[in-house]
Nanobody, 129 residues
Framework: QVRLVESGGGLVQAGGSLRLSCMFS????????MAWFRQSSGKDREFVVV????????YYADSVKGRFIISRENAKRTATLEMNSLKPEDTAVYYC??????????????????????WGQGAQVTVSS
């Protein structure tokens, strides 16, 4: 059974940086797309970024493009989200999610939370103004 465990996050002032890590276990990490979603109080959960497997691309939400960077280390089975130039509107619970892909498999909507079967417990990020 795939398990995702997030770490990092916390409280930072606007303009600062934070890092979130997601440790993966239970299957072959290299076969999985790793993504982050977030949910602010009173709002719907939203897509942040995805890093696809097999040398695939990364895709960012417009709201974080140029500020957030996702990386993955297959050997360590870890996905990391570097968050820079943080804004108060980035305040949310951030969820690490995973989806198993098949090489040359079909396409899917990587921005939809229903595309991902496995979810971490969430990590709070709070940005003060």
């Amino acid at each position: 059974q795939v398990r995702l465990v997030e770490s990092g996050g916390g409280l930072v002032q606007a303009g600062g940086s934070l890092r979130l890590s997601c440790m993966f276990s239970g299957d072959t990490f290299a076969d999985y797309a790793m993504a982050w979603f977030r949910q602010s109080s009173g709002k719907d959960r939203e897509f942040v970024v995805v890093a696809r497997p097999f040398g695939g691309d990364t895709y960012y939400a417009d709201s974080v493009k140029g500020r957030f960077i996702i990386s993955r280390e297959n050997a360590k089975r870890t996905a990391t989200l570097e968050m820079n130039s943080l804004k108060p509107e980035d305040t949310a619970v951030y969820y690490c999610v995973a989806r198993r892909e098949v090489l040359f498999g079909g396409s899917y909507d990587y921005t939809s939370q229903t595309s991902y079967k496995y979810w971490g417990q969430g990590a709070q990020v709070t940005v003060s103004s």
